[in-house]
């Protein structure tokens, strides 16, 4: 998280906003709290410049229980999933509680090292919407061109998320779990297009409809205050720092110094994605053996470089750059990676 | 909350257990992290007295999530509800997607001003479980001696959780969001029995299983790591101030304040609940006119007592005395109470 926005929920963190509480008790049906939710959802339309044919709305549970909501309210017959790792595939095992799940293509044999083209897509008849990840955390992919097609689009942005413009009309509903790059775990935002909206299934307990959170403005039930707030806060910070298109720009720099390292090294480093389909987001590499990156991993801790190891399902090194990852944080771990293959 | 526990969450907010980095940033598969979790569990267990073979488990949601859950997990014939306003009531109708539900007994029709007595209560052959709310925060009541039955007994704590010493025994599963005496809004407290967890229905999203949070230890997916943390200052700060037993002490100390405030009136101040089931946690009372009412919850906030004002599904006053209001805030309303009769 940005060192700013820290300091400044620090800050306030006993009295917010001059009510003389804290951020995590006041009441969710206080002026001084709608005013700050109003904001929060005026904040992302501003910067993702979101049409009033969306409804914003935040929820919890995680990405994990998106997996599970997006289906229980969309898939009637089939839902097509891209599938581009572990987390459509979580998706797509979620949705298959409500219907038909199948795949529009997949990078799976490949042990998705890319993204899939367009020409290799398969779209069924009846097919109720199709679904795709944007970032893939673990395996380090990112979609740098979003695909269309003639049935509704959802995405799972919750790991790039706020980190460059997206094109909010090429989709239908996007969800993003706000972890990675705008707060603290326990908030989902959703962006749904009214149209989509209509189309969906009732017969659903009121918690599992996305209608309820709409309706009530995400207030039928007390919402994740502390993380909306938080939000809120980041959004400014973001806005203060020239919006996306600023943010887009630090982010593609910040992930060219950390790949020239692994491209500069004659292949002592090899990146697990292919170069069209690399994440801006996670950086995901290979040391010649594990033994090497068991000592890379270590001695890159001595240098107060944490969180380098792959995920477990995985292994191998990366390097997760998100926003508040500064170009200096990056320029000092291809700095070390450089001075580690000299070494070895 | 109390104030002790937000000056020390906001002086470690830059630095969280000398990780050098934030709670809101820290991964939920650190050592800092899992350290502090493990601790929440025990501390909670500690308080509680909760034997081994119950599992204390995270999620989100709110209770408006367990409405769901507890019937998707287990409801396979019929649930047996005591009704005791609001929350039971929409309990009762999120579970009904899942199976038959009915009335074990109820105070509806008398305004649920009353904790229905076990003489009245019927459980039907072939019930999965009977469900309750220990405290109802909307009508001012609360169950003072908790009922037993032949099958499993469900109840939702969610705001009077940690107010007093509870017999876990008694129950197979509690749950409670936390954000009334424990802690920001966005999580649940679990707490289950083995026994029981064997009988759920495994034909569910992972999301929606209890079992997948008690086998996963509650980090299947990303938990509310803030909030988790948040209950863990809170249960330190309990255990240094006497545990729930001194809690019980004081809440029912300063209940005692502000209902003599309401029965010393001559019935100008008139008490919703009737007085064997009122509530150490929300008094409610009228005023002999919502214009005197008006005018008492402005004249209040002018001496700085806010949030007097009754939940709008009920109208009237209401005072939210929870683990963090003293005994001084209490004396204050009730002195309030006494000057505001006096003058009209």
Redesign the interface.
Known sequence: ?P?DV??Q??DE??DFNGT?M????I???STAYQDMHDDTIYMLRKLLQIPEQYDIIFM??????Q??MHAANFLHHSGGYINTGVWSDKAM??AS?YGKVYEVASSKEDHFTYIPKPESFHVEEGTDYVYMTSNNTIHGTEWHHFPSFDVPLFCDMSSDFLSRPVDVTNFDFIYA?I?KNV?????VIGIIKDSLLQKART??????QYKTYVEHDST????????IY?VNKVCHWLDDHGGLAAMEDTNKKKAAIVYGAIDESNGFYSGHAQRDSRSRMNVTFNLPTEELEKQFITEAAGQ?II?IKGH?SLGGCRASIYN?VTSEGCQKLADFMKAFHQKH
Chains 1, 2 share one sequence.
């Open positions: 998280m060192l820290l300091k929920v620090q963190f006993l003389g804290s951020i995590v008790e009441s969710h049906r919890q549970g995680g990405g994990s229980l997996f599970v095992k979620a509680f779990g972890q707060g603290p775990a326990g908030a017969k659903l307990p009121l918690m599992l039928y039930n007390t919402p994740p205050v502390f993380n938080f107060h969180g477990r508040a």
